[in-house]
Antibody, heavy 121, light 107 residues
């Protein structure tokens, strides 16, 4: 069974950093690009960042550039998101998602259950 | 960035109705468009990719069309289990972007 399990969320103070992780199983992780997508309470989906299978291509939402860093470890079947200088507006559920493509950033055909991040002032 | 504009933002229809959601891109994206369904309290689910290709397991009452800047998602006969929010997403060029969503309700 294809599965994505996020971890690392929680309550964090404004200005602090957080590292989210996503453990993948049930598919050949290093064949596919991966993404982070977030959803603020009661709001729509916002794409955060994506990374191709070999990390050759990485992209971020324009509004988030500079504070967010995506990475992956294919040997550990894991995806990561480092978030620095957290702000109240970063409060959201963060989803890890698998792309149906490998060498380009396309779309998401498998989603994790999400990890909630709450930023307090 | 390519902006994706969905309409309507909410929609109420009766069981059995044919319903259409529209998504417009701020510039041409060929057919690099996906549609997702998110039921209340659930994780998003891929419905359609490449503008009209139905993801495996998705009921055939869902269909997608369009190319360039204008796209539609159609449900041919609305069912109670279709109550959800629907999002379009472009993948013509990074950064990837979602539409604002359409909330579907049953009358």
């Amino acid at each position: 069974e294809v599965q994505l399990v996020e971890s690392g969320g929680g309550l964090v103070q404004s200005g602090r950093s957080l590292r989210l992780s996503c453990a993948a199983s049930g598919f050949t992780f290093d064949d596919y690009a991966m993404h982070w997508v977030r959803q603020a309470p009661g709001k729509g989906l916002e794409w955060v960042s994506g990374i191709t299978w070999n990390s050759d291509s990485i992209a971020y939402a324009e509004s988030l550039k500079g504070r967010f860093t995506i990475s992956r470890n294919n040997a550990k079947n894991s995806l990561y998101l480092q978030v620095n200088s957290l702000r109240a507006e970063d409060t959201a559920v963060y989803y890890c998602a698998k792309d149906w493509a490998g060498s380009q950033l396309a779309g998401m055909d498998v989603w994790g259950q999400g990890t909630a991040v709450t930023v307090s002032s | 960035d390519i902006q994706m504009t969905q309409s309507p933002s909410s929609l109420s229809a009766s069981v059995g109705d044919r319903v259409t959601i529209t998504c417009r891109a701020s510039q041409g994206i060929s057919n690099y468009l996906a549609w997702y369904q998110q039921k209340p309290g659930r994780v998003p689910k891929l419905l359609i990719y490449a503008a009209f290709a139905l993801q495996s397991g998705v009921p055939s009452r869902f269909s997608g069309s369009g190319s360039g800047t204008d796209f539609t998602l159609t449900i041919s006969s609305l069912q109670p289990e279709d109550v959800a929010s629907y999002y379009c997403q472009q993948y013509n060029s990074p950064p990837l972007t979602f539409g604002g969503g359409t909330k579907m309700e049953i009358k």
